[in-house]
Every structure is written in C-alpha cells, then in structure tokens.
T-cell receptor, first 111, second 113 residues
Framework: GENVEQHPSTLSVQEGDSAVIKCTYS??????FPWYKQELGKGPQLIID?????GEKKDQRIAVTLNKTAKHFSLHITETQPEDSAVYFC??????????FGKGTKLSVIP | DVKVTQSSRYLVKRTGEKVFLECVQD?????MFWYRQDPGLGLRLIYF???????EKGDIPEGYSVSREKKERFSLILESASTNQTSMYLC????????????FGSGTQLSVL
C-alpha cells in the first residue's frame, strides 16, 4: 500500500496546551483521511475523519486540516487533558477497502 | 453498542504450531479485517474480507491465511507459527462501503516461543 509518514513519534505537552500531529502521503488518489486513537489495552477508535472535498473539520477540541496540494493533513487537539494521552494514528484511503496507517504518535499530557 | 470480540487477549504458542485467532462482530458488517501492530511500525493489513467466503490479501499476507464461513466471524490462521509472528493482532469490521469507519477489537497479543 501507499506510505503515510507521521510525525512526531512521541509528543509531550502540558495540560491545557495544544498538540499537533502531522502526516504526509504520496498517492494523489487518496480521498479519505481518518484519525484513530488507541488507549492502553484497547483497540484503535475513530475520533475524526475528513474527506478530500473538505479542507478542515472540527469536533469540539479536535480538528483536522487537509492540504491536498501539499499532500499533508494534521490533527489538532486544543486544551489538552490527561485523558487525551494515547497513541494516535493517521491513515488514508483511496476508494478501496484498504487503509494505510501511519506509524503512530504517542501523546503524553502532563498534568 | 457496536462490538468486535477477539477470542483471546493473550496467547502463547510454540514455533511450528498451527494457530487460530478468532474474531466475531455483532453489527452485521460486510467487511472484516486483520491487522498486525508492531512498535514503530503502526498497523499493517494482513487480510480482509468483503463478503462471506471472500478474502483479499493485504500488505503482509505471507505466513497467514484466513477463513470467513459466516458473516459475523473472521479467523486468522498461522499455519506454522514462527517467532517473527510474535505481535499484537487486531481485528476490525466496517459496514459496507469503502472509506468507512473501522470498529476494532481489543487485540490479541500473540507470543511465539
């Protein structure tokens, strides 16, 4: 499958600060960009997704932005809380059943 | 509530054993997937199925096979387990179309000794 590069691999922020995770992709046919959150001992869970006809989407404290020209998309978490601590995965799809995932970002929110 | 259940949370097997990992979903989903999760490598797709008795290879199918005899059940089979198959295995399902939300199970941590 097509590669997705995700950065950073680890991120520590103070409670209340913002966190940003960035991903880049190479396949121009990519049209679906979901983000998954994995808490310790659990499977990943979808937290937000964006499709290629939209540049930004928000859901309370989380937002995703997409720049199709530059082939990158980002997850923004504002006013971080300890329960935001988890591993976050970006992914992309291109109209098939297969999603390609990034390698993950371990976010630690320090109280 | 949506539920994907994996039969074992932890599994320890010996090299050369035949291993079955079972996954059941209760949502009447058409699509089911097996992923492997390794530290620093993210999630990699092993196999998926979009219908009963249908299967498609993902990115890393070598050493694995799958079975989907019923809509709700998707099994991952390691014909002859090897130490490099020690990993976390995640099952997922999605409703019908492509580019839809995946629902994941909690995973099976397999250790091959």
């Amino acid at each position: 499958g097509e590669n997705v590069e995700q950065h950073p691999s680890t991120l520590s922020v103070q409670e209340g600060d913002s966190a940003v995770i960035k991903c880049t992709y190479s396949d121009s046919a990519s049209n679906y960009f979901p983000w998954y959150k994995q808490e310790l001992g659990k499977g990943p869970q979808l937290i937000i997704d964006i499709r290629s006809n939209v540049g930004e989407k928000k859901d309370q404290r989380i937002a995703v932005t997409l720049n199709k020209t530059a082939k990158h998309f980002s997850l923004h978490i504002t006013e971080t809380q300890p329960e935001d601590s988890a591993v976050y995965f970006c992914s992309r799809g291109a109209g098939s059943y297969q999603l390609t995932f990034g390698k993950g970002t371990k976010l630690s929110v320090i109280p | 509530d949506v539920k994907v259940t994996q039969s074992s949370r932890y599994l320890v097997k010996r090299t050369g054993e035949k291993v079955f990992l079972e996954c059941v979903q209760d949502m009447d989903h058409e699509n089911m997937f097996w992923y492997r999760q390794d530290p620093g490598l993210g999630l990699r797709l092993i196999y998926f199925s979009y219908d009963v008795k249908m299967k498609e290879k993902g990115d890393i199918p070598e050493g694995y096979s799958v079975s989907r005899e019923k809509k709700e059940r998707f099994s991952l089979i390691l014909e002859s387990a090897s130490t490099n198959q020690t990993s976390m295995y995640l099952c997922a399902s999605s409703l019908r179309r492509v580019n839809e939300k995946l629902f994941f199970g909690s995973g099976t941590q397999l250790s091959v000794l």
